[in-house]
Structures are given as C-alpha cells and as structure tokens.
C-alpha cells in the first residue's frame, strides 16, 4: 500500500495507520512529494517511481491511499496507469477529505496573490488539471473508496467542503 500526504503534509501523517497495517499481508511505502508542485508532474513521478521500486522489488499489486491534494495526485495517477498498461494489478484506492472538484480558496489565490503556489493553479476549481481528470472516467475494474468528513457547524473538514469532496466520475 502507498499512502500520499496532502499539501504541506508528510508521511507521518499515516503513522498511526502503518503501525496498524497487518504486515503478512501489506508492506507500506510513502510518496513524499514537495506539495507546492505541479500535480501532473507528481504523479509522472508517481508512475517513474514505482517502475524503479518494480525493477528492484517485483511486486505484482498495489493499492494506494491518500488524504486531501494526494487524492488528485492519485486520480491523475490512475489515469496514467490505466493508459500506459503497467505490469501490476492495482488492488483498489481510497482518497480521505480530497478536493476531487478542486477548491474555491485556490482559485482565489490564483487570482488575487501576488505570489502563486504552482499546485494551486491544479487545485483551484475548474482548473484545466480537473477538468481534465473529470473528463476521463474511473475504471469499474479498480475499486474505489472515497471518505470524506465534515465538523459540527461546517460544509466540511475545516479545508475541503464536502462537495468539493464528491466526484461525479
């Protein structure tokens, strides 16, 4: 299992889940990825990164898990995989609290800051990176499980409203 962080987050954010993990069954690895980045180079190295990981370690399944921004990354993750036929079986994803429909504060800082965060450009509602992920549809062969989570008083988490959480595809 790969688990992916959200922006401004690290892989100690699964801690807790990986000491957890039943390890006859699972071996877990990390993606730390700089967040700022663009998400389509991300997940190109996403994909780069795992044919290496398969020349030295022949595993024949993954699944991934990953919590806000890294939900993106994984879905343009999925959408590489499933065009360039990789040579393992992806067992299922799961995506917690992602702005699957992208998010109003990033457009906002697209075109009110001074100084833009490159993800932001992808991460900001109706970005051409979503649109994009939205045009293409999930494979029934890959099962998916989206959480999501919302605070008393709130339209969701505190960051992600959940209905930027819901995808339609």
Do not use: C
């Not at 690895?29 to 990164?49: C, F, N």
């Not at 062969?141 to 595809?169: H, M, N, T, W």
């Amino acid at each position: 299992i790969i688990f992916l962080h959200g922006i401004s987050g690290t892989p100690l954010e699964f801690k807790e889940v990986i000491d957890r993990l039943d390890r006859d069954k699972y071996q877990p690895w990390v993606l730390y990825y700089p967040s700022g980045a663009r998400l389509e180079l991300v997940s190109d190295g996403m994909i780069k990164g795992l044919n290496t990981l398969r020349s030295d370690y022949p595993f024949t399944e993954l699944a991934i898990v990953a919590h806000s921004m890294g939900g993106l990354v994984t879905r343009s993750f999925v959408k590489k995989y499933t065009e360039s036929h990789q040579p393992y079986l992806l067992k299922f994803v799961a995506t917690i609290n992602s702005p699957l429909m992208g998010m109003d504060s990033a457009a906002s800082g697209v075109e009110h800051s001074p100084i833009i965060i490159p993800a932001w450009r992808d991460v900001a509602t109706n970005s051409p990176f979503i649109q994009d992920l939205h045009a293409w549809t999930w494979p029934e062969s890959i099962p998916y499980y989206l959480a999501f989570s919302y605070l008393d008083g709130e339209e969701g988490d505190g960051v992600v409203l959940v209905r930027q959480a819901l995808s339609l595809k």
